[in-house]
């Protein structure tokens, strides 16, 4: 399991022990919170870009408006 030879027993079960203990970290804790924050931004830009054509639609409409009032 060790990328490099290992000759003492504390390295050879110490260092699997470090891999497991780093993947569970990362698949049980991290993950999970990158996945929503990600699905957060992504659903955060959307509704983002529906306010700002919401706007633009708006400016659009008040200038026509004002277009035919004169």
Do not use: D, Q, W
């Amino acid at each position: 399991m060790c990328p490099y030879p290992c000759t003492t027993t504390g390295i050879t079960s110490f260092y699997p022990l470090n891999i497991k203990i780093l993947r569970h970290i990362l698949e049980h804790i991290i993950s999970p919170y990158l996945k929503y924050i990600c699905v957060y931004y992504s659903n955060f830009s959307v509704l983002l870009a529906i306010f700002f054509r919401l706007i633009v639609e708006i400016t659009v409409f008040y200038a026509y408006i004002m277009y035919k009032r004169l």
